[in-house]
C-alpha cells in the first residue's frame, strides 16, 4: 500500500522566515507530486506540482523533489500570517488518484 | 482550472436519515471523485465516479451506504445512507482535469 508521510507539526516560523516542509513516499515508481494548502474550515487548493527531480519555482514557492531518497518538500520563502494552513503532500503514485500525507500544519507568527 | 460546486454547504441531519450531496463541475471531466476527510485527519477516498456506469469504492466503503450517481460528465451525487453519528465529516467532490486533482468546497454534515 502506498503511503505518503508527513510531520503533524505544527511548524512554526516567524512572518519573513523560509518556512521548509517535507513529505516522503513509499512508491518508488511514483511521478507526480502534489502540494495543496488547506485553510481551517476550507477545502485543499492545489499550489504546486513536481514531476522531475530538481526545483520548481513559482512566486514565493518552491518544490523540490528528489526520487533517489524519495522525498518532496516545499519551501515558502518569506513566510506571511496568511500561509498559516495545513498543507497537504500527495503522490499520484502513476495514477490520477492520489495518495495524500496527513499534512503538516503551518503557523506563520508576526 | 475546473469550477466545482457542491450542495448543500452544511447539513445538520438525524440518526437513520439519508443526505445526498450534489456536485457541480463548470466543464466536461472524465475523473471525478468523493472524499470524506474527518476533524483533523487527512482525505480519504470514498469512491470513483464513472459516467455510465457503477462507482468504484474504495476499501471500507460500500454501495449500500455511499450511493453515487454519475449521470454525465459534469454533475454527480453522493448519498450518505442511514447516517450515525460516525459519518459526521466533510465530503469533498473532486475532479482531475489536465493531469490535475481539484476540489470543490466541501458539504460539511453533522448527524445528531
Known sequence: ?110 | SAVISQKPSRDICQRGTSLTIQCQVDSQVTMMFWYRQQPGQSLTLIATANQGSEATYESGFVIDKFPISRPNLTFSTLTVSNMSPEDSSIYLCSVVESYEQYFGPGTRLTVT
Open chain 1, 1 to 110: 500500500q502506498k503511503e505518503v508521510e508527513q510531520n503533524s507539526g505544527p511548524l512554526s516560523v516567524p512572518e519573513g522566515a523560509i518556512a521548509s516542509l517535507n513529505c516522503t513516499y513509499s512508491d518508488r515508481g511514483s511521478q507526480s507530486f502534489f502540494w495543496y494548502r488547506q485553510y481551517s474550515g476550507k477545502s485543499p487548493e492545489l499550489i504546486m506540482s513536481i514531476y522531475s527531480n530538481g526545483d520548481k519555482e513559482d512566486g514565493r514557492f518552491t518544490a523540490q523533489l528528489n526520487k533517489a531518497s524519495q522525498y518532496v518538500s516545499l519551501l515558502i520563502r518569506d513566510s506571511q500570517p496568511s500561509d498559516s494552513a495545513t498543507y497537504l503532500c500527495a503522490d499520484t503514485g502513476g495514477s490520477y488518484i492520489p495518495t495524500f500525507g496527513r499534512g503538516t500544519s503551518l503557523i506563520v507568527h508576526p
